[in-house]
C-alpha cells in the first residue's frame, strides 16, 4: 500500500518568513514524489517533481528516503505563495496518491 | 497547452438519482483519472484508465461506475447518488510517458440533497 501524510492542515507564515511544508511517505519500493498546488479560483497543476532537482518559483523539494519525506522548502514566503499544496506519490500504479493538502496564508 | 474540460461545473441532483459527469482532454493523452477532493481528506482516487475501454478502480470506486469509449473521454457515473456523494470531482489526463504530471480540469461541485 502506498500513502501520503501531510501533518499540517493550516500553515501562516508572515512575508518573507522561510516555508517548510512537509510531506511523508510510506511506500515500499522506489517512489516518485510531486507536489501540486491550487491557487484559489485556479486548477491544480503541478508545482515540482523530485526527479526534476528544479526550484519552481523559489520552492524547492528533496527526496529524503531515509526518512521517507519529501518537504517543500522556500527561504522567503510571498503572499502569492498563497494556496492549497499537495504532496503526491507514484507508486506501483499508474496514478497519483494525495496527501490530504496543506494550506499556506501568508501574512503581509 | 492542455485542456481538460469538464462539462457540468456546478451540479444539484437529489438522492437516487441518476449523475454522469463528463470529461474530454484535447491532448490525446493515454491516461485519464476521477478524483474526489474533499476537506480534510485531499484527492482521493475513484477510477482511472490507460487506454480506450480499459479501467482501473482506484481507492473508493464503490458507487461510482466509469466509461472510456473515446480515448478524449472519460465519465463518470453516480447509478444511484446519496448524499455522501456530494463533493467537488475531479478530472485529469496525463501522457503515457509522464504519468505523474496530470493535467487538471477545473473540477465540478456536485451536491446530493
Known amino acids: 500500500a502506498q500513502r501520503v501524510t501531510q501533518p499540517e492542515k493550516l500553515l501562516s507564515v508572515f512575508k518573507g518568513a522561510p516555508v517548510e511544508l512537509k510531506c511523508n511517505y510510506s511506500?515500499?519500493?522506489?517512489?516518485?514524489l510531486f507536489w501540486y498546488v491550487q491557487y484559489s479560483r485556479q486548477r491544480l497543476q503541478l508545482l515540482l517533481r523530485h526527479i526534476s532537482r528544479e526550484s519552481i518559483k523559489g520552492f524547492t523539494a528533496d527526496l529524503n528516503k531515509g526518512e521517507t519525506s519529501f518537504h517543500l522548502k522556500k527561504p522567503f514566503a510571498q503572499e502569492e505563495d498563497s494556496a492549497m499544496y499537495y504532496c503526491?506519490?507514484?507508486?506501483?500504479?499508474?496514478?497519483?496518491?494525495f496527501g490530504s493538502g496543506t494550506r499556506l496564508q501568508v501574512q503581509p | 497547452d492542455v485542456k481538460v474540460t469538464q462539462s457540468s461545473r456546478y451540479l444539484v441532483k437529489r438522492t437516487g438519482e441518476k449523475v454522469f459527469l463528463e470529461c474530454v482532454q484535447d491532448?490525446?493523452?493515454?491516461?485519464m483519472f476521477w478524483y474526489r477532493q474533499d476537506p480534510g481528506l485531499g484527492l482521493r482516487l475513484i477510477y482511472f484508465?490507460?487506454?480506450?475501454?480499459?479501467?482501473e478502480k482506484g481507492d473508493i470506486p464503490e458507487g461510482y461506475s466509469v466509461s472510456r469509449e473515446k480515448k478524449e473521454r472519460f465519465s463518470l457515473i453516480l447509478e444511484s447518488a446519496s448524499t455522501n456523494q456530494t463533493s467537488m470531482y475531479l478530472c485529469a489526463s496525463s501522457s503515457g510517458t509522464a504519468t505523474g504530471e496530470l493535467f487538471f480540469g477545473e473540477g465540478s461541485r456536485l451536491t446530493v440533497l
Open positions: 503526491a506519490l507514484m507508486g506501483g500504479r499508474r496514478a497519483l496518491t
Open positions: 484508465s490507460y487506454d480506450v475501454k480499459m479501467k
Open positions: 491532448m490525446d493523452h493515454e491516461n
Open positions: 511506500y515500499s519500493g522506489s517512489p516518485e
